[in-house]
């Protein structure tokens, strides 16, 4: 039995990974970029030695076991705990919006109790039993001022449509908290790899039954594929099909990168701007990923990256699926078809047509293999 897997980002690379550790089968990795590690990727800037996340901030964080001790065999990770600040009308806020955001945002002094029971009495103002749209979803959680300042020019900015044109269904929380709480994540695990997401892939992808052919898109090799191969392709679904059924939306990034001669720019690694008269969303200054690394860290430059939202059109990188009822509709479909051709599996973050962290696609890639690779090849 051959295998290829189209895409080295974590989902494939979990996938070749299992076949040549668990199969001891040969495996070939066809991936159209110039790098493995897919989103995660990142590389060292040549002139500061600042390790940058290429597409944008990337922050390990999980509380599934399984996933932490397989990716743990590559790497041991820092213990970075994200924490995103947000810029509104000159000021910095806290993000999620949390006790120190409320405070300072009504200019009060409020306890835990006093702040929950502020907040209903805000929420209750504009009467939302039903809400009918994004804005009308996010008053009816954290209130009318809390929503205008933080969450409506942001989300305008992300979607490129008034948030009373989205879907309600686009949020199902809004977390708030009442405690002065600052971390980003939850979760039971967290950080970013020591020695960087490029050396965790390098060490997944080490194995030498697994090859890995650079620079390749799958449609231009596709036909060169041995018909009793397993192909395992973590890419656009449409694109695959092509488009038999019609195009899926998503939408698309474009980062800004720039090297500036402060040593320090923000003071922290993630700073959302929630006004439309900023035209990017965020800017990420990554050498607060690392401050333990003395050297790139005390830099007297400092790279940072402005992350400004797009709509997808064909020859941009699809980055965030646009899950409306239409386009799930378009997907099921693509999803049956690809169930429905011998040795293929459809996978990954564009191939399931979903938002994943990092954990939840390794999660993912586990089961797969676990639940149809596995089986599938000990017949
Ligand atoms: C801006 C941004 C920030 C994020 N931050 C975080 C975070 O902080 N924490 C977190 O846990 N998750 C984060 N994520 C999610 C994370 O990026 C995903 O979980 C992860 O990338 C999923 O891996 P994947 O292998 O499914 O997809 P990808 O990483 O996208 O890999 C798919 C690969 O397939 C290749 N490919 C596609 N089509 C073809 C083809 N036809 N031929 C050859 N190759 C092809 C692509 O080039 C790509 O390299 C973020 C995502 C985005 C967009």
Redesign the pocket.
């Given at each position: 039995m051959s295998y290829f897997v189209?895409?080295?980002?974590?989902?494939?690379?979990t996938i070749a990974e299992r076949i040549a550790t668990v199969l001891k089968a040969p495996v070939t990795i066809?991936?159209?970029?110039n790098h493995?590690?897919?989103?995660?990727?990142s590389s060292l800037d040549e002139e500061t030695g600042i390790e940058c996340?290429r597409?944008?901030?990337?922050?390990?964080?999980?509380s599934l076991p399984n996933v932490w001790e397989y990716i743990t065999q590559f790497g041991a990770f820092t213990s970075y705990q994200?924490k995103v600040f947000i810029t509104h009308k000159g000021k910095v806020y806290t993000m999620p919006i949390n006790l120190s955001t409320i405070n300072q945002f009504y200019g009060k002094n409020l306890s835990p109790t006093e702040a929950a029971a502020f907040l209903q009495a805000e929420i209750a103002r504009d009467h939302i039993a039903d809400p009918k749209n994004l804005e009308e979803k996010a008053i009816s959680l954290i209130g009318r001022p809390l929503y205008e300042a933080f969450i409506k020019g942001y989300t305008h900015k992300q979607w490129e449509r008034d948030p009373r044109e989205l879907p309600a269904e686009i949020i199902t929380r809004l977390p708030f908290r009442t405690t002065y709480n600052a971390n980003y994540f939850n979760d039971v695990w967290q950080g970013v790899p020591k020695d960087g997401y490029f050396s965790l892939f390098e060490r997944m992808l080490s194995n030498p039954l697994i090859s890995v052919q650079l620079n390749?898109?799958?449609?231009t090799i596709r036909s060169q594929i041995p018909s009793d191969a397993t192909v395992i392709?973590?890419?656009?679904p449409d694109?695959?099909f092509d488009y038999e059924y019609g195009t899926l939306e998503w939408r698309s990034?474009r980062f800004e990168w720039e090297t500036l001669p402060v040593s320090d720019f923000q003071g922290t690694t993630v700073m959302n701007y929630a006004d439309t008269d900023v035209p990017y969303t965020r800017i990420h200054e990554f050498k607060h990923y690392h401050p333990e690394r003395t050297t790139p860290f005390n830099c007297p430059k400092t790279v940072i990256c402005r992350?400004h939202s797009q709509t997808y059109h064909n020859g941009l990188?699809a980055?965030?699926p646009v899950n409306n009822e239409r386009n799930n509709t378009l997907y099921a479909r693509y999803a049956q078809r690809a169930a429905a051709t011998p040795g293929l599996v459809l996978?990954?973050?564009?191939?399931?047509y979903r938002?994943?962290?990092?954990?939840?696609?390794i999660a993912n890639?586990l089961q797969v293999f676990e639940e149809r690779i596995l089986p599938a090849a000990r017949g």
């Open positions: 189209v895409g080295a980002g974590f989902w494939g690379a066809i991936e159209r970029r493995i590690g897919g989103n995660c990727h996340h597409y944008g901030s990337h922050i390990f964080h999980t994200h390749c898109d799958y449609a392709y973590t890419g656009m694109q695959l990034l992350e990188e980055y965030y996978g990954g973050r564009l191939g399931a938002y994943w962290d990092m954990d939840k696609a890639a």
